[in-house]
């Protein structure tokens, strides 16, 4: 080989190397609605994993400890004077958010939503559950382990997320028809308040003696794996009798061995873990230049008894 043929292809090799060096890296940031709350963690563990596969990506997780609406809106304010490249938010309250989002694509900023979505805003895609879908999976199942219906109560989580109020309209459409009736006051808003959630589990209880159902359009009360096995042991004779049902939304690992171990009857579970990763994926391809969907759903996991081991393994 000769020596031009030689400086040509180290000419070459550095080219092409230099292109792999000077590709960009990227910050996004990942906004829960609450840091608390683990199931958010696992869309923090998803997002962390594909950054890391990603290579020229980093995964920021930021937001309010607890489900403060205007905490999460600050924290963005901040995002953006940062300079982030991306963000991935779950909304907490669709004025706020979309008024932030909105300065955010103004800045260059690319913006998608996940889990709860602002679909009024300029947020480029919105990646997570068909949460109105999500709802009527849990009055579907509410109607297989208990059809002879009669009062039951929801629990939801903030009063303005977007995606808890498609959740409980599901459940109201599934049940439309039926033989089951929403007790009044319901659905209870716990702010994604772990104990309060279990509290209200109580009330709802104490309110109306008679009911047959509650339905937690999140997972808050198995949260506490403990403060809801005191609340079902109060009633386990009902429980394990199916006079009280208990149709719970979310599948995180406690909520999972809580229904083997038969303190539940049911469970709509979610992919937080999914979320992350095509969060990550979705904010690079419109760095990249890319189309991609505006709405990526992750799907939907029913669980009961009969099939709860292939969900812990």
């Known amino acids: 080989m000769t020596k031009t043929a030689i400086v040509l292809g180290t000419i070459a090799t550095l080219f092409l190397g230099g292109t792999a060096i000077a590709q960009d890296n990227y910050t996004f940031a990942v906004v829960p609605k609450a840091m608390n ?27 309010p400890v607890e489900h403060e609406a205007t905490t999460q809106a600050q924290i963005i304010e901040d995002l953006i004077t940062q300079g982030v490249d991306g963000l991935a ?3 907490s309250d669709i004025a706020a958010a979309t008024t932030v989002i ?8 690319a913006v998608i939503t996940f889990d709860s979505d602002a679909p ?3 947020r480029t895609a ?20 208990a059809p002879d219906g009669g009062t039951y109560g929801v629990i939801s989580g903030g009063a303005a997320a977007p995606n808890l109020a498609l959740r409980v309209d599901g459940v109201r459409e599934a049940l439309a ?10 659905p209870t808003f716990s702010n994604d308040d772990i104990a309060l959630a279990v509290q209200q589990m109580g009330d709802l209880k104490t309110a109306n003696p008679d009911i047959k159902a509650i339905v937690p359009v999140g997972g808050w009360p198995m949260f506490a794996p403990d403060g809801w096995k005191n609340f079902v042991d109060q009633y386990k004779a009902d429980v394990d009798s199916g ?14 061995q809580l229904l083997k ?15 992350g990763q095509k969060a990550m994926d979705t904010l690079l391809a419109i760095k990249n230049g890319e189309t991609v969907d505006e709405i990526i759903y992750t799907g939907n996991d029913v669980v009961t008894a009969e099939n709860v081991d292939e969900f812990l393994k």
Not at 38 to 58: H, I, Q, S, Y
Not at 102 to 109: F, K, L, P, V, W
Not at 126 to 145: A, H, I, P
């Open 177 to 186: 028809g039926s033989n089951w009736t929403e007790v009044p006051g319901s």
């Open 126 to 145: 919105y990646v997570g559950t068909d949460n109105k879908l999500f709802g009527q999976d849990l009055g579907k199942l509410l109607l297989q382990v």
């Open 102 to 109: 909105d300065r955010a694509t103004e800045a260059g900023i």
């Open 89 to 91: 938010i779950s909304v």
């Open 120 to 122: 009024d805003s300029t």
């Open 243 to 256: 006079a009280l049902a208990l149709v719970v939304a979310d599948t995180l690992p406690q909520q999972l």
């Open 261 to 275: 171990e038969g303190y539940a009857h049911g469970l709509v579970g979610q992919r937080p873990y999914e979320m």
């Open 37 to 63: 709350n683990p199931f958010f963690d696992l869309a923090r563990d998803g997002c962390e994993a594909r950054a890391k596969e990603l290579g020229n990506v980093t995964c920021l997780y930021i937001g």
